[in-house]
């Protein structure tokens, strides 16, 4: 490899003690900066996600927000372009638009959360250089149909690029990145930070036309991503059973946890997900809501200040621990049970459940307590069983 002594380096080596990332045989020569092309890691990308890519249509950023900058500062003129947006949408477009000086065209979706085709093709103009669809949503965790995507990418009515912010992929059916090598003008954006759990080591990917690619790639930053940060990913890459395994996991507990919000009197709409995030709405008092649960110790994501989202909060699906501690404390409660009322048949449903084995106690002939059922809340095995079975039972009852 020669004698380096051009990079001002420390030849010596790290100064540091081993760790379980820092090995003390320092394989990953930590003395000498980067390669800043990443082809090792690249190929394992674009081999993951398949669709004929080839590592000269993959940049890799610190995290996506570092290639929304990009296209930004690359394609648009400060104070004279703009992008388009449909919120509810992620917050880092207006970050970065207003970082560079860059008008924002806002079509917001409709209430239901879906792309209006029309109405942003109407709003486009000659200085819409970027247009970003975030698909799954975020706050909406909806996928948008590949062929509203497509619409959008085949229009003569709008030329620029077409930017689809793809975070939650992994948790929905489908991609845009198969629409890269179709249409010259779309960006794919991806992360390591939601389905592959390594959101500590800020890496995303870029997945475009080989010219829009290294446009970015002449733009960044010369060592955006360090050795560390890239053995993490590389290993990732070559643990793909691991990945499926835990997607699965937070698949079912999706499916429990908006089952068990569906169950809550108080919780008028738990929207479908395609994320790993559930967005409900409370009847009212959403902000206190998510108030009262942060300073006990459950952190939420209050989005009741957006769009179509008025007295909804956003939750991730967690562990199946955490998502019990969290449903047993959004009714609120300061003692170490829970009150809780159901449309109707509480006392059958204290029966029955009586009888297989799970013992709360009905509540419905107090006053104020109409269809009440009270359960202490106990281990976190018991309480993910108790909830399993409300649910359950409660259907049964109710056909």
Not at 67 to 85: E, H, K, S, Y
Request: hydrophobic share 40%; aromatic share 8%; proline share 6%.
């Amino acid at each position: 490899r020669g004698i380096l002594l051009d990079a001002n380096e420390n030849a010596l080596g790290p100064t540091s003690v081993p760790t379980s990332c820092l090995p003390d045989d320092n394989s990953m020569v930590l003395e000498r900066y980067p390669c800043p092309y990443q082809i090792p890691l690249k190929t394992l990308y674009s081999n993951y996600r398949g669709c004929g890519l080839q590592p000269s249509n993959i940049f890799v950023g610190v995290g996506s927000d570092e290639a929304i900058d990009l296209l930004m500062r690359i394609f648009c003129i400060p104070g004279v372009d703009t992008i388009l947006t449909t919120p509810p949408t992620y917050g880092m477009y207006k970050v970065c638009a207003a970082v560079n000086d860059v008008r924002i065209l806002v079509v917001p979706l409709s209430p239901e959360f879906d792309l209006r085709i029309p109405e942003m093709l109407d709003a486009v103009e000659e200085s819409t250089k970027l247009l970003f669809i975030c698909s799954p949503g975020n706050p909406t965790a909806k996928a948008i149909p590949l062929k509203d995507v497509e619409t959008i990418c085949s229009s003569n009515r709008y030329n620029g690029i077409v930017v689809v912010d793809e975070a939650y992929v992994d948790f929905s059916d489908g991609s845009a990145v198969e629409l890269v090598n179709k249409y010259e003008n779309v960006v794919v954006l991806q992360t390591l930070s939601k389905a592959f759990g390594l959101a500590g080591i800020r890496m995303g990917f870029a997945i475009g036309n080989p010219d829009i690619i290294q446009l970015m790639n002449n733009v960044k930053a010369p060592y955006n991503i360090n050795k560390l940060s890239s053995d993490v990913a590389i290993n990732a890459l070559r643990n793909i059973p691991t990945l499926k395994t835990n997607i699965a996991i937070l698949l079912k507990e999706r499916e429990v946890l908006s089952a068990k919000l569906n169950a809550l009197e108080f919780v008028t709409r738990v929207y479908p997900s395609d994320a790993n995030f559930v967005l409900f709405r409370v009847e009212k008092l959403a902000q206190e809501l998510y108030v009262t649960m942060a300073n006990r110790g459950i952190v939420t994501r209050f989005r009741g200040n957006e769009i179509h989202c008025e007295e909804c909060l956003r939750v991730t699906v967690g562990t199946p621990e955490e998502n019990v501690k969290f449903v047993t404390r959004v009714y609120p409660s300061d003692a170490n049970f829970v009150l809780f009322r159901v449309e109707k048949l509480a006392q059958e449903l204290y029966v029955t459940m009586a009888n297989r084995g799970i013992v709360t106690r009905f509540r419905g002939n107090e006053i104020h307590c109409k269809e009440c059922i009270r359960v202490t809340v106990g281990t976190p095995e018991e309480n993910v069983k108790f909830l399993g079975m409300l649910v359950d039972t409660y259907e049964e009852l109710s056909r």
